[in-house]
């Protein structure tokens, strides 16, 4: 079945810190997969997409096919990047799944 | 700014009752969807819609019903609402329609309480 994992519901780091927030994904096709995030009180939004290659205020993530993975990474963390964030899967062109989320919470 | 819009926003309803959600949208967009969010399972898809007519089930469709009779309009219809189903219901809308643009745009929630 096709599935996302993100194993941590909470993370928290200092400012200034580096931040990795792990995304798994199961699917036994071409994937497609994203980073969604939810500032408080704002709509889900898109953050990234692995097929843009792009880096959204200063966070990256990698397809790694060999270990199904899509980690969310910032070398420098700021207070305003706390928020929930969610990995998502789009698979069979249609159907949009996402992971349980982890709330990352940055400290002064 | 895709415009889409959810309504009610806010809904507290006894158990039994029915409760339809209305997701709308201005931009002519063939994809929509709707989730529930719950802490610890995060977003999960109920149903989806690929066009009039057109939809299909997502993971968690039991209890829940949809229908799109036009483009701007994708209704959720609880038949008999049950209190698992006390959540806070998304409407998207896709905004590509290529693989690689599959960005959603969600709408600001909708939250029901089943007592």
């Known amino acids: 079945a096709q599935r996302v994992t993100q194993p941590e519901k909470l993370l928290s780091v200092f400012k200034g810190a580096p931040v990795e927030l792990k995304c798994n994904y199961s699917y036994s096709g071409s994937p497609e997969l994203f980073w969604y995030v939810q500032y408080s009180r704002q709509r889900l939004q898109l953050l990234l997409r692995?097929?843009s290659r792009e880096s959204i205020k200063g966070f990256t993530a990698d397809l790694n096919k060999g270990e199904t993975s899509f980690h969310l990474k910032k070398p420098f963390a700021q207070e305003e990047d706390s928020a929930m964030y969610y990995c998502?899967?789009?698979?069979?062109?249609?159907?949009?799944?996402f992971g349980a989320g982890t709330r990352l919470t940055v400290k002064p | 700014d895709a415009g889409i819009t959810q309504s009610p926003r806010h809904k507290v309803t006894e158990t039994g009752t029915p409760v339809t959600l209305r997701c709308h949208q201005t931009e002519n967009h063939r994809y929509m969807y709707w989730y529930r969010q719950d802490p610890g399972h995060g977003l999960r898809l109920i149903h989806y819609s690929y066009g009039v007519k057109d939809t299909d089930k997502g993971e968690v469709s039991d209890g829940y019903s949809v229908s799109r009779s036009k483009t701007e309009d994708f209704l959720l219809t609880l038949e008999s609402a049950t209190s698992s189903q006390t959540s806070v219901y998304f409407c998207?809308?896709?905004?590509?329609?290529?693989?690689?643009?599959?960005?959603?745009?969600f709408g600001e929630g909708s939250r029901l309480t089943v007592l």
């Open positions: 692995h097929i």
């Open positions: 998502a899967l789009l698979y069979n062109n249609n159907d949009m799944r």
């Open positions: 998207a809308i896709r905004t590509g329609a290529k693989s690689n643009t599959g960005e959603l745009f």
